[in-house]
């Protein structure tokens, strides 16, 4: 039997507070995280993601504009905010993890703590995925899309946002079979309930993946919603060993 959670219950009005204060830090270091990245990072990082990407080697003909006064600046802080959270996410992760715990049982928290660098890791798989395959194809087929009677000159702050955009949902989807196993080591789910749902799961990762990506054509849905389903089966495997 799984031991009680220790601490001792808290009133509404404490939880409220224990809330508030985790915020605040989590707030505070995405604070200090936004200023490391003004001074030292965003240009780089800037430079990273609106540099062409190649697609097998070749690289793709890709000119970015800014469309108001303000665009490039409004774009960098933004860009800033994103590395910014994204430095800070070791004190975010920290701040959720010491506000749920106390509400875990004993083998809930070991869990929850194993669970944290494989679900990073994961992470950073699904970012090297969407960067490097995903994009591309994305940018090639909608480059093409108007023929040469057209002449592509995207918006550097549209451009950003879908690239973030791609990197941080694809980067999420790549999670699904860690979460699963995790889940299943705490008794929410198993691999037998999970198998049943493999057609759901086919049909949803098609339709997440005309979601996050912005082309209608099936080759790039398919780029996305195929290892997306890959995913969820490797996660069923995973709940059978857990």
């Given at each position: 039997m799984s031991d009680?959670?220790?601490?001792?219950?808290?009133?509404?009005?404490?939880?409220?507070?224990e809330l508030r204060r985790r915020l605040v830090i989590a707030g505070l270091g995405t604070g200090a995280g936004l200023i490391i990245a003004v001074v030292f990072l965003t240009w780089p990082v800037m430079g990273l993601l609106t540099q062409p990407p190649t697609l097998l080697g070749e690289p793709l003909d890709l000119k970015l504009v800014a469309l108001r006064p303000?665009?490039?600046?409004?774009?960098?802080?933004?860009?800033?905010?994103?590395?910014?959270?994204?430095?800070?996410?070791?004190?975010i992760v920290s701040q959720v993890l010491l506000f749920i715990i106390p509400a875990l049982h004993k083998n809930e928290r070991r869990y929850l703590f194993l669970a944290v660098p494989f679900v990073t890791l994961a992470f950073l798989v699904g970012?090297?995925?969407?960067?490097?395959?995903?994009?591309?194809f994305a940018l090639r087929y909608l480059l093409a899309f108007g023929g040469s009677s057209i002449e592509a000159m995207w918006s550097i702050e549209e451009y950003l946002s879908f690239i973030t955009a791609l990197l941080f949902w694809i980067g999420v989807a790549f999670e699904t079979p860690i979460v699963l196993f995790f889940l299943a080591k705490?008794?929410?789910?198993?691999?037998?309930?999970?198998?049943?749902?493999r057609k759901y799961a086919l049909v949803g990762a098609f339709i997440v993946a005309a979601v996050i990506t912005p082309t209608p054509d099936p080759v790039n849905?398919?780029?996305?919603?195929?290892?997306?389903?890959?995913?969820?089966?490797l996660g069923v495997l995973l709940a059978r060993l857990a």
């Open positions: 009680p959670p220790q601490d001792r219950e808290m009133t509404i009005l404490e939880h409220l507070e303000t665009e490039t600046f409004v774009t960098f802080m933004k860009v800033s905010l994103a590395t910014g959270a994204a430095l800070a996410m070791p004190v970012l090297a995925f969407s960067f490097f395959i995903v994009i591309p705490l008794g929410v789910v198993d691999a037998k309930g999970l198998g049943r749902y849905q398919a780029i996305v919603a195929i290892p997306m389903y890959l995913l969820y089966e």
